[in-house]
């Protein structure tokens, strides 16, 4: 077959995926262009044949039109095993009955804890004495609100305030 000009283009937003395990979702945006006027309201088959395991997929349409969009939504499990994984997606239409196909590479997802906080003594710690310690929270993703700390269980002897608020 003779090569034919593309009628669209499907580009990512984001060159991977950040899946935050507390969230239990996360998505990959995909923009598709129309670049022949007579390919105009046929929305784009989206299919993601490589999907990391212990996650499901829905795509969802936005907009009609010369550009518009393309959500691959993730879904899991909050317990799901942190780590990289890679998904390919594939889209496909057709125009006067000639098909268009855009196969991605590998594409990454990064199944991440959105934060992790750690505790450290200011020092050595002396029985019967006060101790101080130093919280400090570190963070993957876009949330940058502040997070609130409740002690659930301290060891007999050991107190502290009742919550603690990092900004």
Request: charged share 20%; proline share 8%.
């Amino acid at each position: 077959a003779a090569p034919r000009a593309e009628f669209y283009t499907v580009s990512q937003t984001k060159p991977e995926v950040t899946y935050l395990r507390q969230i239990g979702q996360s998505q990959l945006t995909l923009a598709m262009q129309r670049t022949n006027a007579a390919f105009k309201d046929v929305p784009l088959t989206v299919l993601v044949p490589k999907v990391p395991a212990g996650l499901t997929v829905e795509v969802k349409r936005n907009g009609n039109g010369p550009a518009e969009t393309y959500d691959i939504i993730l879904k899991g499990a909050k317990d799901i095993p942190a780590g990289r994984h890679t998904l390919r997606y594939f889209t496909y239409a057709e125009l006067t009955g000639n098909g268009q196909q855009v196969a991605s590479n590998d594409v990454v997802v990064n199944i991440i804890d959105p934060l992790a906080v750690t505790v450290v003594p200011a020092g050595p710690i002396v029985a019967g004495q006060k101790q101080k310690v130093k919280l400090s929270v570190t963070r993957r993703g876009d949330d940058r609100q502040a997070v609130e700390l409740k002690f659930k269980a301290l060891p007999p002897g050991v107190t502290g305030p009742e919550k603690i608020s990092l900004a």
